[in-house]
C-alpha cells in the first residue's frame, strides 16, 4: 500500500508556473505507475499526465501538452508536474495517484491509491 501526498498548488497569474510534488511512502514506490490528474468544479476527474515506470516514457493530455512535464525521483519517492504558462483553464484540484503496472494508465479507474489533492487557481 502506498499513500500520497501532494504539495505545491497555489494561485499564480495566467502565463505563470508551479511545481506540484507528490511524496509518497513505502519501499516500493519504482513498483508503481504514477499519473497526474485534475478536477474543476462542476466537472468530471480529467486525465492529465502520466509515466511509464519501465522506461520512463511520458503521456500528456492535449490540453497542456508542450506545456506540463511529468517527472520522477524514485531516490526520493516523488513525481513532479511542472507547469508552465497556466492558462486559466487550467484552474482545478490537481490529484496524483499510483497503480501497480508497466504500462501508460490513463483512466481514474486503474489508479488504486490517491492523494487529497492540491488546489491550482491561475487568474487572468
Known amino acids: 500500500q502506498v499513500q500520497l501526498v501532494e504539495s505545491g498548488g497555489g494561485l499564480v497569474q495566467a502565463g505563470g508556473s508551479l511545481r506540484l510534488s507528490c511524496a509518497a511512502s513505502g519501499r516500493t514506490f519504482s513498483s508503481y505507475a504514477m499519473g497526474w490528474f485534475r478536477q474543476a468544479p462542476g466537472k468530471e476527474r480529467e486525465f492529465v499526465a502520466t509515466?511509464?515506470?519501465?522506461?520512463?516514457?511520458?503521456y500528456y493530455a492535449d490540453s497542456v501538452k508542450g506545456r506540463f512535464t511529468i517527472s520522477r525521483d524514485n531516490a526520493k519517492n516523488t513525481v513532479y508536474l511542472q507547469m508552465n504558462s497556466l492558462k486559466p483553464e487550467d484552474t482545478a484540484v490537481y490529484y496524483c495517484?499510483?497503480?501497480?503496472?508497466?504500462?501508460?494508465?490513463?483512466?481514474?479507474?486503474?489508479?488504486?491509491?490517491w492523494g487529497q489533492g492540491t488546489q491550482v487557481t491561475v487568474s487572468s
Open positions: 509515466m511509464r515506470r519501465t522506461d520512463g516514457r511520458t
Open positions: 495517484a499510483a497503480t501497480l503496472g508497466g504500462n501508460y494508465y490513463l483512466t481514474p479507474a486503474f489508479y488504486h491509491y
